[in-house]
T-cell receptor, first 113, second 117 residues
């Protein structure tokens, strides 16, 4: 299983760009990288997913270097409502009836007014 | 509201009790998952069902027994649990697993907060 490592916590001021990096040194060929956001008393919510290079959607960007051993979630111009825990997830379906997923321990982002 | 509901939201049970957690998804998905979220630990994938067939059981103790009667419903039957099983149990669903992205986007329910006395 690909082990993931992320910072435990981060602080940011409103309006700033926040970059959260996840390390996954033994990522497998079939594995995709997904990021989720979780608020207290709620289940995680999908943010973005990628395999390599850069992916962008309406809320975030995901940067994945060529070796895929890390990934960086970028949140542009954060607001107070972005205060949450962000999880990096690495996993894939091998097609042999096996499905492996490894969540990181999460990064608690606190946005300061 | 994610389209995935879980009941009950809170459950307190003794170690000798038998209870069941229920998950229902209204999204037309064909893959469903059970996760365990404990304090200070990462989300742990417990079980995966793809088209009602169990595809993954990540070394979960037999005191947890999943059941997937159809693509919209998922149960987790609990018996003779231990205090260390106290946690938030999350259900999720996604498009069917097919060798592409890992289930694409998973939609999570709000979870059941379980306390074992």
């Amino acid at each position: 299983l690909a082990k993931t490592t992320q910072p435990v916590s981060m602080d940011s001021y409103e309006g700033q760009e926040v970059n959260i990096t996840c390390s996954h040194n033994n990522i497998a060929t079939n594995d995709y990288i997904t990021w989720y956001q979780q608020f207290p008393s709620q289940g995680p919510r999908f943010i973005i997913q990628g395999y390599k290079t850069k992916v962008t959607n309406e809320v975030a960007s995901l940067f994945i270097p060529a070796d895929r051993k890390s990934s960086t979630l970028s949140l542009p111009r954060v607001s107070l409502s972005d205060t949450a825990v962000y999880y990096c997830l690495v996993g894939g379906y091998s097609g042999a009836g096996s499905y492996q997923l490894t969540f990181g321990k999460g990064t608690k982002l606190s946005v300061i007014p | 509201e994610t389209g995935v509901t879980q009941t009950p939201r809170h459950l307190v049970m003794g170690m000798t009790n038998k209870k069941s957690l229920k998950c229902e998804q209204h999204l037309g998905h064909n893959a469903m998952y059970w996760y365990k979220q404990s304090a200070k630990k990462p989300l742990e994938l417990m079980f995966v069902y793809n088209f009602k067939e169990q595809t993954e059981n990540n070394s979960v103790p037999s005191r947890f027994s999943p059941e997937c009667p159809n693509s919209s419903h998922l149960f987790l039957h609990l018996h003779t649990l231990q205090p260390e099983d106290s946690a938030l149990y999350l259900c999720a669903s996604s498009q069917a697993l097919s060798g592409g992205p890992p289930g694409n986007e998973q939609f999570f329910g709000p979870g059941t907060r379980l306390t074992v006395l």
